[in-house]
């Protein structure tokens, strides 16, 4: 199948999963930038700090199991 920016064309499982990965992975990165400005200017936030790292816990664990949990599985 033909490539675009690293997205196969057509319906398939793998291509769901890179696009959950590629969002995930994109929306973690976002949620660490906004802590890194809450924790070092933002202080008037900190009592946000617990569901930010939440989040980042839960963006991390899909972001890795859209990664390793495909090879874990054996598919």
């Given at each position: 199948?033909?490539?675009?920016?690293?997205?196969?064309?057509?319906?398939?499982?793998?291509?769901?999963?890179?696009?959950?990965?590629?969002?995930?992975?994109?929306?973690?990165?976002?949620?660490?930038?906004?802590?890194?400005?809450v924790v070092r200017w933002?202080?008037?936030?900190?009592?946000?700090?617990?569901?930010?790292?939440?989040?980042?816990?839960?963006?991390?664990?899909?972001?890795?199991?859209?990664?390793?949990?495909?090879?874990?599985?054996?598919?």
């Amino acid at each position: 199948m033909h490539l675009l920016l690293g997205f196969e064309d057509g319906d398939s499982d793998e291509e769901t999963r890179a696009l959950l990965h590629a969002t995930a992975g994109s929306a973690l990165v976002a949620v660490l930038a906004f802590k890194v400005v809450v924790v070092r200017w933002w202080h008037r936030m900190g009592r946000f700090l617990p569901a930010i790292g939440l989040s980042v816990f839960a963006l991390f664990m899909i972001t890795w199991l859209t990664s390793a949990g495909d090879y874990l599985r054996g598919s």
